[in-house]
């Protein structure tokens, strides 16, 4: 009776966020390929400064970053900053809106790809996004995701390249519980990043699948109309 009551709540689950938001893109870097990422891979240990990874062209920062959430051994920051030695611990808001001392960051790279090309000194207003986690009863998980801007800032290129940093997990824990949760993670101890990669507005996978809100809505409303707006027009780079 309880596998199949969670069956059905997974299913619903399932249904609702279809409904509201995109599910995560499936990445396809080649079996060639695989082993050159498994090589850079290796090539980011054993240095004593950070190291930034080069990637060759045929194989995105995507692509690689997906590669590294795969072996679950590190969690990921975006930032507009490309020389970050040290994350350290400062007052900012969860996702539950509560505040913390702490360093935040992913499980999920796409998510923060988003952190890093917004370019946030630029940027006006409330930015609303999430990258959502569903645990199914078989012990999968499903991915979904929402990016919308504050509708002002289109036309004013609120863009700019950035880094994301790859962390180790150890001082981590995981924020959010549940069957669904926000793919949040914080550590109140600084981190010192693994090695970085440096990325465009271009390498976002997900560029044209941001949406834009009205500021004076709630974010309910934002969410109900996060994939009609999508059909409404793609985001461009320039806007």
């Known amino acids: 009776m309880t596998a199949r009551l969670d069956n059905v709540r997974s299913r619903l689950a399932r249904q609702l966020l279809n409904y509201l938001f995109i599910s995560a893109p499936e990445p396809d870097p080649g079996q060639g390929n695989r082993e050159i990422i498994e090589g850079i891979y290796l090539s980011m240990f054993g240095q004593n400064d950070l190291q930034a990874v080069d990637l060759p ?6 692509d690689y970053l997906h590669s590294l959430v795969d072996k679950q051994e590190f969690l990921f920051h975006g930032s507009n900053q490309s020389n970050i030695d040290m994350l350290t611990p400062r007052i900012q808001e969860n996702y539950r809106g509560d505040e913390i001392r702490a360093v935040f960051a992913s499980s999920d790279a796409i ?13 006006q207003g409330s930015l609303r996004n999430g990258s959502f ?5 078989d012990g999968m998980s499903e991915r979904y995701y ?11 290129s609120p863009w700019r390249s950035g880094s994301v940093y790859i962390l180790p997990r150890a001082s981590f824990n995981q924020a959010g519980t549940g069957s669904v949760r926000f793919d949040e993670w914080f550590s109140e101890e600084a981190v010192i990043p693994t090695a970085k990669i440096d990325i465009s507005p271009g390498d976002f996978p997900l560029f044209e699948r941001v949406g834009t809100h009205n500021e004076s809505e709630s974010i309910y409303l934002t969410w109900l109309k996060y994939k009609k ?9 320039g806007s």
Not at 146 to 156: D, L, Q, Y
Request: proline share 2%; aromatic share 14%; net charge positive.
């Open 57 to 62: 062209d045929d194989i995105s920062a995507a």
């Open 111 to 123: 998510w923060a790809m988003f952190f890093a090309i917004i370019d946030r000194e630029r940027y």
């Open 133 to 137: 986690l569903l645990s199914r009863p």
């Open 146 to 156: 929402f990016f919308s801007i504050n509708r002002e800032m289109v036309g004013k």
């Open 229 to 237: 707006r999508l059909k409404q027009g793609k985001m461009e780079i």
